[in-house]
Nanobody
Framework: HVQLVESGGGSVQPGGSLRVSCVGS????????MGWFRQLPDKEREGVAG???????SYADSVKGRFTISKDNSKNTLYLQMDSLKSEDAAMYFC???????????????????????WGQGTQVTVS
């Protein structure tokens, strides 16, 4: 059973940087698509950055050149380095995994070639 736990959110001034992390357990971390999504209250969830099992990455246009997704398979940890933060980046950030064994998920989001169906609880990022 996939479990994802985010950390590292917080408050930062515009132009600042923040790194959020996600520790995964219950699955072979290195073989899964992993990604970051964000959501504001009463807004649709937005895919921010994704990484496929081969290491290829994809980014939302709004964060290209400012955000970097990476992972450390030895630590089962996914990262999102956020630089040059803007007020519009403020949101709840969620870590997600594309679990091919979870066929009954009702919460699925597509980003790149992956269909994310397992979610962490989120970490809040505030930019002000």
């Amino acid at each position: 059973h996939v479990q994802l736990v985010e950390s590292g959110g917080g408050s930062v001034q515009p132009g600042g940087s923040l790194r959020v992390s996600c520790v995964g357990s219950g699955f072979t971390f290195s073989t899964y698509c992993m990604g970051w999504f964000r959501q504001l209250p009463d807004k649709e969830r937005e895919g921010v950055a994704g990484m496929e099992s081969d290491g290829s990455t994809s980014y939302a246009d709004s964060v290209k050149g400012r955000f970097t997704i990476s992972k450390d398979n030895s630590k089962n940890t996914l990262y999102l380095q956020m630089d040059s933060l803007k007020s519009e980046d403020a949101a709840m950030y969620f870590c997600a995994a594309d679990d091919p064994n979870y066929l009954t998920s009702t919460d699925v989001a597509t980003m790149g070639m992956c269909e994310y169906n397992s979610w962490g609880q989120g970490t809040q990022v505030t930019v002000s």
